[in-house]
T-cell receptor, first 116, second 117 residues
Framework: GQNIDQPTEMTATEGAIVQINCTYQTSGFNGLFWYQQHAGEAPTFLSYNVLDGLEEKGRFSSFLSRSKGYSYLLLKELQMKDSASYLCAVRDYPPNSGAGSYQLTFGKGTKLSVIP | NAGVTQTPKFQVLKTGQSMTLQCAQDMNHEYMSWYRQDPGMGLRLIHYSVGAGITDQGEVPNGYNVSRSTTEDFPLRLLSAAPSQTSVYFC????????????????FGNGTRLTVT
């Protein structure tokens, strides 16, 4: 099975930088995704890593180390609208599933509060 | 382009009733899945499908059935609703990029908020 851990809550100041960590244990790893979810809304895609290293998209960056089972999401120049939950999700191929099947398993999410 | 459409948005059921949550996507995505989201539990996978005629169980499949007769539709059936099934249900789809290992994120519907009394 999968085990994905991320902090439950974080608080940061507007304009600052915050790093949200995610650790995972899985077999058949095939990529790690970060999603943003505002309260009462559906998750929306932020970033994807399948190889080690840093992926940068504007104010958001995501890092992956497959050997350590570790990823982080870095948010720069925080804005009030960044207050949301951030979900780490790992894609893998379950050993006993149907041919070619793969699934995306989510961590419990990190609720980020941005304060003035 | 509507994306992923879920109906209904809200539903209240009595224990023992049955119902079907509808999910349709117009992006020709091969992969579709159902999640439930509960406070403190995050998103948990119920069932998923990598194409028409193929379904598989996720982490929490008990009490739910699915079928995939077309690429577009992936309904979730509750045969006998229980209070433990009170939750927000999300349907999501993506391209099947196994051959190319291309970035293919899940696209989520807006969710169905189900209460079982």
């Amino acid at each position: 099975g999968q085990n994905i851990d991320q902090p439950t809550e974080m608080t940061a100041t507007e304009g600052a930088i915050v790093q949200i960590n995610c650790t995972y244990q899985t077999s058949g790893f095939n990529g790690l995704f970060w999603y943003q979810q505002h309260a009462g809304e559906a998750p929306t895609f932020l970033s994807y890593n399948v190889l080690d290293g840093l992926e940068e998209k504007g104010r958001f960056s995501s890092f992956l180390s497959r050997s350590k089972g570790y990823s982080y999401l870095l948010l720069k120049e925080l804005q009030m609208k960044d207050s949301a939950s951030y979900l780490c999700a790992v894609r893998d191929y379950p050993p006993n599933s149907g041919a070619g099947s793969y699934q995306l398993t989510f961590g419990k999410g990190t609720k980020l509060s941005v304060i003035p | 382009n509507a994306g992923v459409t879920q109906t209904p948005k809200f539903q209240v059921l009595k224990t023992g009733q049955s119902m079907t949550l509808q999910c349709a996507q117009d992006m020709n995505h091969e992969y579709m899945s159902w999640y439930r989201q509960d406070p403190g539990m995050g998103l948990r996978l119920i069932h998923y499908s990598v194409g028409a005629g193929i379904t598989d169980q996720g982490e929490v499949p008990n009490g739910y059935n699915v079928s995939r007769s077309t690429t577009e539709d992936f309904p979730l059936r509750l045969l006998s609703a229980a209070p433990s099934q009170t939750s927000v249900y999300f349907c999501a789809s993506s391209r099947d990029d196994r051959a190319t290992s291309y970035n293919s994120p899940l696209h989520f519907g807006n969710g169905t908020r189900l209460t079982v009394t």
